[in-house]
C-alpha cells in the first residue's frame, strides 16, 4: 500500500498481437490492472476483442483506441470507459496552433470548454487583471501565468502582466476563447 502522498512509479506492461488471446492477457496478470489500454485501432474486430477480453477479465478501466465513430460505438458498446482519437485530438491541436501563433497549448475539457496557454497580448503588458476586466469583457478566467520557468497559479486580480513573453492559461467557453484570439 501507498501512503496518499507518495509518489511510486507506475508498472507499464506492453502486448503485442497476442493481446487478443484471453490467455495471453490473463499470464499477465491482466485481472490486476488498474487500467489498460487497447490501441489496436488498425482493425476494428481485433481492437474490439482486445477490450473485451480486458472487461472480461476484471481491468477495472479500459482505454481503446479508435479511428472512427464507428469503432468509437463498438468499443463504447463493448465496455470501453473510454474512448480516444489521437489522430483527430493532434490535428486539432496543430490546426489551431497554426491558425494563431499566440496559442502555445491547449485541453479541450468538452466540446464547448477549454483550457487554452497563450501569450499575454503586446497591449496587455503593464497592466492588471482587474484593469483589463478580463472576466467581464472576454469571458474568460486566467488560472496561471508562465514567466520563463516560474508559475504563478490562481493570479490575484492586481497581478500585473509584464512581459510580453508571459504565457496565460486561460479557462473559457470555446466561443468566448476565440473571441479573444480574434481580437
Not at 29 to 44: E, I, K, L, P, T
Amino acid at each position: 500500500l501507498h501512503h496518499p502522498y507518495q509518489s511510486f512509479d507506475p508498472v507499464v506492461n506492453f502486448v503485442r498481437s497476442a493481446a487478443r488471446d484471453p490467455e495471453v492477457l490473463r499470464s499477465l496478470g491482466a485481472r490486476n490492472f488498474d487500467c489498460a489500454v487497447a490501441a489496436a485501432s488498425a482493425d476494428v474486430g481485433v481492437s474490439a476483442l482486445i477490450v473485451l477480453n480486458l472487461k472480461e477479465l476484471g481491468v477495472a478501466r479500459v482505454v481503446g483506441k479508435a479511428n472512427s465513430m464507428v469503432h468509437r460505438k463498438v468499443l463504447e458498446k463493448i465496455g470501453a470507459d473510454l474512448v480516444i482519437f489521437p489522430e483527430q485530438e493532434m490535428a486539432i491541436r496543430l490546426a489551431r496552433s497554426l491558425a494563431n501563433g499566440d496559442i502555445l497549448n491547449f485541453i479541450e475539457l468538452s466540446d464547448e470548454f477549454s483550457i487554452v496557454e497563450r501569450l499575454v497580448p503586446e497591449d496587455w503588458v503593464g497592466k492588471s487583471i482587474l484593469e483589463l476586466d478580463i472576466r467581464a469583457k472576454w469571458r474568460v478566467t486566467v488560472i496561471a501565468v508562465r514567466r520563463g520557468e516560474r508559475m504563478t497559479i490562481s493570479p490575484g486580480r492586481d497581478y500585473v502582466f509584464q512581459a510580453q513573453d508571459d504565457c496565460m492559461v486561460i479557462l473559457g467557453s470555446n466561443a468566448d476563447i476565440d473571441r479573444l484570439e480574434r481580437r
